[in-house]
């Protein structure tokens, strides 16, 4: 019922900047929360950040100063714009959206992941 669409991946180098952004489309009566969360080869997934419906955001310890997370409401986009790139911020990265949706007459709550975009910082 929900798609989010992931972009912006790639390889760059030390130093260097991506922005990543991830379209979420479908029915959706409200957005709780979106974040990214990434996953290098042989470790978990870990949360890098969130932003909620009332744009409190948080941040890894790993990236804070050199990330930034927004959105845009009216196009149900989250973006990670990721400055000062290190080797180690190389993983897969998901984007993650929590969603409030009707099922019959209850509001429930709905969790959904992107299918992840490979970035890779060469050194």
């Known amino acids: 019922q929900v798609q989010l669409v992931e972009s912006g991946g790639g390889l760059v180098q030390a130093g260097g900047s991506l922005r990543l952004s991830c379209v979420a489309s479908?029915?959706?009566?409200?957005?709780?929360?979106m974040g990214w969360y990434r996953q290098a080869p042989g470790k978990q997934r870990e949360l890098v950040t969130t932003?909620?419906?009332?744009?409190?955001?948080n941040y890894a310890d790993s990236v804070k100063g050199r990330f930034i997370i927004s959105r845009d409401d009216a196009k149900n986009t989250v973006y990670l714009q990721m400055n000062s790139l290190e080797p180690e911020d190389t993983a897969v990265y998901y984007c993650?959206?929590?969603?409030?949706?009707?099922?019959?007459?209850?509001?429930?709550?709905?969790?959904?992941w992107g299918q992840g975009t490979q970035v890779t910082v060469a050194s």
């Open positions: 993650n959206v929590g969603v409030s949706n009707w099922y019959e007459a209850s509001l429930r709550h709905y969790d959904y």
């Open positions: 932003i909620t419906s009332v744009g409190v955001t």
């Open positions: 479908g029915r959706i009566f409200s957005i709780n929360y």
